[in-house]
Nanobody, 126 residues
């Protein structure tokens, strides 16, 4: 499985960006897809995840109400719409797939994901 993330960039505080993650090499319609982020000097942290049908979404408290995750299974693509961006959202954002069914608790843990994209940089200026 190859994951290609795109859509990052430089934006002012309060602005918006939409990240995309396209999967190839394997159909991922049955699996959770997630977004994580990592700022310099910090650990990788969970941002959002979505189940295979799109009916279940999960968000970190820090992004709830500002970010929206969605997916298009026919395109094997997951999206992260980021609104009201803050400087503390600055990080490299990674999409990831576990490659097997995982629980609602496990979706929060980077260690449960088997496949990772290359990351896309998001920089929010104040």
């Amino acid at each position: 499985v190859q994951l290609q993330a795109s859509g990052g960039g430089l934006v002012q505080a309060g602005g918006s960006l939409r990240l995309s993650c396209a999967a190839s090499g394997r159909t991922l319609g049955s699996y959770v897809m997630g977004w994580f982020r990592q700022a310099p000097g910090k650990e990788r942290e969970f941002v959002a995840a979505i189940n295979w049908s799109g009916s279940g979404t999960y968000y970190a408290d820090s992004v709830k109400g500002r970010f929206t995750i969605s997916r298009h299974n026919a395109k094997d693509t997951v999206y992260l719409q980021m609104n009201s961006l803050k400087p503390e959202d600055t990080a490299t954002y990674y999409c990831a797939v576990p490659g097997r069914p995982i629980t609602t608790t496990q979706v929060l843990s980077p260690g449960e994901y088997d496949y990772w994209g290359q990351g896309t940089q998001v920089t929010v200026s104040s």
